[in-house]
């Protein structure tokens, strides 16, 4: 909501361009040399859903656990 209303700003794949709301540019970054930290959000609840221990798994697999 803050890109669309022109107080944000947001990085993703080219393959998420086709979900951009009315409005909303999207605009070609190249030659990038940042470091880009990822978040996972879930409902304690759900702390042993297999679908989110599964998600867990591969996110830790791929990036680490971050404790």
Known sequence: ML???????SLFPESAASTLLAGVAFKRVRDLDVVILGRSVWRAMD????????LLEITNSVHGSCG
């Open 3 to 9: 890109v669309a209303s022109g107080e944000g700003l």
């Open 47 to 54: 702390d042993e859903d297999p679908l989110v221990r599964s």
